[in-house]
């Protein structure tokens, strides 16, 4: 399935009509035009402004800004060197009112450096280009981040409250941080590092390895399709509910202090007080952990 259409899935999740952004100001305002041949890091950088991407028509990295009133103190700050192009808002009226910001980004299928966004309560949608990179970051503060596909050497995302709704990443190292948002991925492929206060997260189709850990509450879900290093998922208060393949060969150890375990694969286990821990197949190449405080586990093989 393809991967916008496999994201529909996320979107629906968090009961959002979200895929082109917020409603476009009522007047385009500026227009920026750049080449990227040479140009290593590329920075965007908003406040509450929702920022859209789609695919450059002309391989030119072009933004344009709508606003409903337009002054040149108003348009895009723009610092650039040989290598790199960062891009952040202009100024505000004194006494907003009815100001608004809407960010459009045409993006160059053949840039192949470093990509940057952020946003604090504004909204980034990524879903249209499929991106190769070699790294991207996103940093939100309570907006919706939409990420329809992307592969690059290093994937980093962060959320304080709002929800992130991913497609297909692939990368060596993923790393996801919230505090209280949400999580919702389709399909990941590298070393997962998965860290969050109280939110919930579902990874639907995970190849690689992961370290995930919910430090107070929130549900856990992860499914794997493919194990290649070791596994670890904790979770304070709330539950975790991992899918191993049927034919992965395992070292597996589990502890629950008020709650309960459920397995596939019980009578491979031994129980010491409230942990078990057992070998699962022949041969195991990784080790599966999972601890839960107030919570339940189940592991599904």
């Not at 904790?234 to 709650?259: E, M, Q």
Request: net charge negative; with cysteine.
């Amino acid at each position: 399935m393809h991967a916008k259409s496999r994201l529909l899935g996320c979107i629906a999740l968090a009961g959002l009509a979200m895929l082109s952004g917020t409603a476009r100001a009522s007047q385009p305002a500026n227009e920026l035009v750049f080449a990227t041949g040479n140009v290593a890091h590329i920075t965007l950088s908003y406040d509450e402004e929702s920022i859209t991407f789609f695919d450059s028509a002309d391989g030119n990295l072009l933004i344009r800004e709508y606003m409903t009133q337009n002054q040149a103190g108003y348009h895009a700050r723009v610092e650039q060197s040989a290598d790199s192009i960062k891009i952040s808002e202009g100024g505000k009226p004194l006494f907003k009112g009815d100001f608004s910001r809407y960010v459009e980004v045409y993006w160059p299928a053949s840039y192949r450096g470093a990509l940057t966004v952020s946003t604090t309560d504004g909204n980034i949608d990524l879903s249209r280009p499929a991106l190769s990179l070699d790294s991207l970051r996103i940093d939100s503060t309570s907006g919706t981040v939409v990420l329809g596909q992307a592969q690059a050497r290093t994937i980093h995302l962060s959320s304080t409250r709002g929800f992130l709704a991913l497609g297909t990443l692939r990368a060596d190292t993923i790393r996801i941080e919230t505090t209280s948002g949400t999580v919702c991925c389709e399909d990941v492929c590298g070393n997962v590092i998965y860290t969050s206060t109280s939110g919930d997260a579902e990874f639907r189709s995970a190849e690689g390895s992961g370290s995930y850990t919910a430090s107070n509450s929130g549900t856990l879900s992860v499914a794997y399709t493919e194990v290649t290093g070791d596994l670890s998922f904790f979770n304070k208060n709330g539950s975790i509910r991992v899918t191993l393949p049927s034919d992965l060969s395992f070292s597996f150890a589990a502890a629950v202090k008020n709650g309960s375990l459920s397995t596939t694969f019980q009578d491979c286990l031994t129980l010491h007080d409230k942990t078990v821990s057992g070998d699962v197949g022949e041969h195991p190449a990784v080790a599966v952990h999972a601890e839960t405080r107030n919570g339940s586990i189940e592991v599904n093989r």
